[in-house]
């Protein structure tokens, strides 16, 4: 039997209607400046009209007081924020070039623009408020979320030196040595490695918003009648 979400106190209600409200706000804006723009930068306005539209719902979920999953909700609100501020600042920024560039220059520009690492933060926020409303005081979920994150953390930094450092060069380099052959065996290993530490940190994660199991009831040792 899963356990009903928990209910949200009133001061985190309070916050996440201001940052829902916020949220909208920041995306209206990030949508009439992307619109301006000369020319128009059509994928930013419409990612920016998603995060606008995801602030509202976020401040109305906040107003009603009657979501049954609160935490879940927010985790869908924070994903849509994250992902369209991602994709959309993204466009912009290679609209702003002017000229082609390379992934790691546009990934470059896209951590140093102000609307992109201000509606993460906003996202970042909404997920904080989500994972502290879902596991709630349990030092045992906490556990198990802190060590899922940890085994995910080599796999994110390879896959981070792979897009920002081009280390697909030095993977799919050409094999014309036994030092070559030496650097595919590497990879193959480490590669089965990464598939193992994401297993297991899927596994802990899912295993912290798991709802615990109930024990089962102790049969009345009082003879009946």
């Known amino acids: ?10 001061t985190l209600i309070r916050t996440v209607g201001l940052l829902g409200a916020f949220t909208c706000l920041i995306g209206v ?3 009439i400046l992307a619109l301006l723009s000369s020319p128009p930068v059509w994928f930013a306005v419409g990612f920016q009209t998603i995060i606008a539209l995801t602030g509202l719902l976020t401040a109305l979920m906040a107003r009603s007081r009657t979501t049954p999953a609160p935490s879940l909700a927010l985790v869908c609100f924070a994903g849509a924020v994250f992902t369209s501020a991602t994709l959309g600042r993204f466009s912009a920024v ?9 992934t790691t220059d546009a990934l470059l520009r896209l951590l140093r623009d102000p609307w992109f690492l201000a509606q993460n933060a906003l996202a970042g926020l909404l997920g904080a408020i989500a994972i502290f409303t879902a ?11 802190s060590l899922g994150l940890v085994c995910a953390v080599p796999v994110v930094a390879a896959a981070g030196w792979v897009i920002a450092f081009n280390g697909d060069e030095v993977i799919l380099a050409p094999v014309d040595s036994a030092l070559g052959i030496v650097r595919v ?6 590669c089965i490695a990464a598939a193992i530490l994401l297993s297991i940190s899927a596994h802990l994660v899912i ?4 709802p615990t199991p109930e024990a089962p009831a102790k049969p009345d040792p009082r003879p009946t009648q």
């Not at 039997?1 to 009133?10: E, G, H, K």
């Open 1 to 10: 039997m899963t356990a009903p979400d928990p209910v949200m106190s009133p």
């Open 29 to 31: 804006v990030g949508a």
């Open 94 to 102: 290679l609209a702003a070039a002017g000229e082609p560039i390379g």
């Open 135 to 145: 596991l709630g005081r349990d030092p045992r979920t906490w556990r198990k979320l």
């Open 185 to 190: 065996v590497v990879v193959c290993l480490a």
């Open 207 to 210: 295993g912290a918003f798991s």
